[in-house]
């Protein structure tokens, strides 16, 4: 083989060589990872606890309806607020409660985003959820009626969410959480919070949080409705609050309470209407023609101190049925539907611990107000929804 002859050959072989490399570097590279770093997953600091002192607290957040930031007008605000206002003042409004509030745990009652103005759905999830994630603080999640109406399915929203930064999210319950595999919804999930570092309630859960999948929307006889709790999901929270005090449903420990979180309220509320409440009824309440039995079964549990919903976004009062407490959020989001000059809310609840002369008891008392967006983050209608030595 002559000199040139070599020369080529060699040429030849580096160019394959190279052709070779670039194929692998660029192109297979974007196929495999996205053109993206590989991201981990960021945990918070688990188990949830209650602090040194004795407390817990929790920053309830209801309907941010976020949808694409910046370029996301404000409904039902005054004239001169327009102008600037965009879904950045729902994540304003938010930094400022964590700041203030300090909250242990995040808890998201539905409506996070709004699909029919979200343009892609992980988007708006990541410019929602801003504000939690950013604090470093555990947060969950649950689904409302318009967080599907976008480019992910109920199943895919709860997956993404739980696999977000510092969230405790979970797409349904664990396998250790009884037979769930006929579970109707996503985002049916229990978190327990453990008493404090040192105390000998350090590695028990003495305070549960149990969340639920309120659905979206349903036909029934030819009627459009809301979307309700299912039999399934309630068999599971009573085997699980059965399992969770040791299989004796019919005696319940009073310093262990429970608390639920879901979207949609039950038909019961529509009563307190006529009843004494804390804060304002100022809509009707917008919830499902079916009576699937959810207020019962809190009633049968006796674990259910209260529960927490959202939806109807200017009602934003706490209520008594039959010794159960019902707390609306308040509407948080400015891209979601309000009532100029009522300014958007949040709920903040905390639970606190009884003492002995020796160690912590358990829960003691229970007690809930919410925090306006003014220039004060004004703190309004403080009340107590449950203490040991009651009752109710």
């Not at 000059?341 to 829960?363: C, F, N, Q």
Request: glycine content about 8%.
């Amino acid at each position: 083989m002559t000199d040139s002859k070599w020369k080529q050959s060699i040429l030849y072989l580096a160019s394959i060589y190279t052709l070779l490399y670039l194929v692998h570097s660029s192109i297979l590279h974007k196929l495999l990872l996205g053109h993206e770093k590989l991201h981990i997953k960021r945990k918070p600091v688990l188990p949830l606890r209650f602090r040194p002192d004795g407390t817990f607290k929790i920053l309830q957040v209801a309907d941010m309806h976020y949808a694409n930031g910046v370029m996301t007008r404000c409904r039902d605000v005054l004239p001169s607020e327009f102008g600037e206002c965009s879904d950045l003042n729902t994540t304003r409004f938010v930094k400022r409660m964590i700041e203030s509030e300090k909250p242990d745990f995040i808890a998201f009652t539905g409506d996070n985003i709004f699909g029919p103005s979200t343009a892609d759905a992980a988007e708006s999830l990541f410019g929602a959820f801003v504000p939690a994630v950013e604090s470093k603080l555990p947060w969950a999640a649950i689904l409302g009626n318009h967080d599907q109406e976008s480019t992910m399915d109920r199943e895919e929203l709860m997956s993404f969410i739980s696999l977000m930064d510092y969230s405790v999210s979970q797409i349904n319950p664990s396998h250790d959480d009884l037979a769930t595999s006929d579970i109707d919804g996503y985002g049916n999930y229990h978190l327990g919070v453990h008493g404090p570092p040192g105390s000998k309630w350090a590695n028990s859960s003495i305070l549960n949080l149990f969340f639920l999948d309120s659905g979206d929307r349903a036909v029934v006889q030819g009627i459009r409705t809301y979307g309700w709790i299912k039999e399934s999901q309630l068999r599971w929270l009573v085997g699980l609050s059965e399992k969770l005090r040791g299989g004796r449903l019919e005696e319940t420990d009073a310093s262990f309470p429970a608390l639920v979180f879901f979207h949609i309220p039950i038909p019961e509320v529509r009563e307190l209407y006529y009843q004494k409440i804390v804060g304002q009824f100022q809509e009707a309440v917008a919830c499902s023609s079916i009576n699937s039995g959810v207020l019962k079964t809190f009633i049968l549990m006796r674990d259910v101190k209260a529960f927490f919903v959202g939806h109807d976004h200017t009602n934003d009062f706490c209520g008594n049925i039959d010794g159960v407490w019902v707390c609306y959020g308040g509407g948080c989001g400015y891209h979601g539907y309000g009532k100029a000059g009522w300014p958007r809310r949040a709920r903040v609840i905390t639970a606190e611990l009884g003492k002995s002369h020796r160690d912590w008891t358990g829960v003691e008392r229970i007690s809930t107000w919410k925090r306006l967006d003014d220039e004060e983050l004004s703190m309004i209608d403080e009340q107590v929804l449950w203490d040991s030595g009651s009752t109710s």
